[in-house]
């Protein structure tokens, strides 16, 4: 038997305050109905096909679950694909899929939601279908924060500016990033900076190039991690990468997966006179990152 879940409906890139209104009224909703908690997202943006255009998102997709589960409980993460054929899928199927395939019994939606064929449904659609199936239903108003409305784009916006103490009060939480290690050049090992490498993947959207105060999490223990995404112009690097040096680590982390918090902004990427003066900076932000991380 399919368990009963009330679904906060949505793509949810970065879980932001304004998602985290939506999830605890779902939350609410269904403990009144005795029912679970869940989410309705997808693998890729709507507008890669809608409009034939991505936008650099905040999370993979991945990360996001980690976030609604860990940060709101979620007991159900539905990840459906957007294709050609939920594409042309009219609203009204669309729901009743949800009903008949995932034991869906209410819902919970932004004012600005849209889904089904040319987002003919909205919101006011959602209350009607509900009213008439008999089921719980919630629409959740924009949310601001100090006069300013919380977006997904705004928070982006952020990032690539390096303004990540901005993105992060909008976050509600520290924007993360989880990868396996792969192998680098290991030149940091020759300077007393072991650095482990991540590739960022291609679907986000890259933060400034710099350097950024961070807190690494492996295997449930965290550590602080002085972080540089960019492409190492002091060594003639390629490509971006993302080399967290995590502090008071010792081991073995190629081919483990590890997550960073990112939580301040410390200084743009810059190619040094020499590898001394680069190694005597990257010190001076490991003692700022202690000083900012909690761990």
Not at 185 to 204: D, F, K, M, S
Not at 266 to 279: G, I
Request: net charge neutral; proline share 6%; glycine share 10%.
């Amino acid at each position: 038997m399919i368990q009963k879940t009330i679904y906060a409906l949505g793509f949810f890139d970065g879980v932001h305050l304004g998602h985290a209104a939506l999830l605890r009224t779902c939350l609410s909703l269904a403990r009144e109905n005795g029912c679970d908690a869940g989410v309705v997202t997808f693998a890729a943006h709507p507008d890669t096909l809608v409009l034939g255009s991505t936008p650099g998102l905040i999370n993979t997709a991945a990360d996001r679950e980690r976030l609604l589960r860990r940060l709101f409980a979620m007991d159900t993460v539905v990840t459906l694909p957007f294709d050609e054929h939920m594409k042309h899928m009219p609203w009204q199927d669309f729901l009743r899929m949800l009903l008949d395939r995932y034991g869906a019994a209410g819902f919970v939606c932004g004012e600005d939601f849209r889904f089904g064929f040319l987002g003919r449904g909205d919101a006011g659609s959602l209350g009607a279908f509900c009213r008439e199936m008999g089921l719980p239903w919630a629409v959740v108003p924009e949310q601001t924060l100090e006069g300013e409305r919380i977006s997904s784009t705004r928070i982006r916006e952020r990032l690539q500016k390096g303004d990540m103490a901005g993105a992060v009060r909008l976050l509600g939480h520290p924007h993360i990033l989880t990868g396996p290690v792969v192998h680098g050049h290991q030149l940091g090992r020759t300077l007393g900076i072991p650095t482990a490498n991540l590739h960022l993947p291609v679907e986000l959207a890259v933060p400034r190039f710099g350097v950024y105060a961070c807190r690494c999490s492996i295997d449930g223990r965290s550590y602080p991690a002085v972080t540089n995404i960019g492409t190492r112009p002091t060594v003639s690097g390629r490509g971006v990468t993302v080399e967290p040096w995590i502090l008071d680590y010792e081991g073995d982390l190629y081919g483990r997966e590890l997550t960073l918090e990112f939580f301040e902004f410390l200084r743009p990427e810059q190619k040094f006179p020499s590898l001394e003066a680069m190694k005597e900076e990257i010190h001076r932000n490991a003692a700022q990152t202690r000083r900012t991380v909690p761990c």
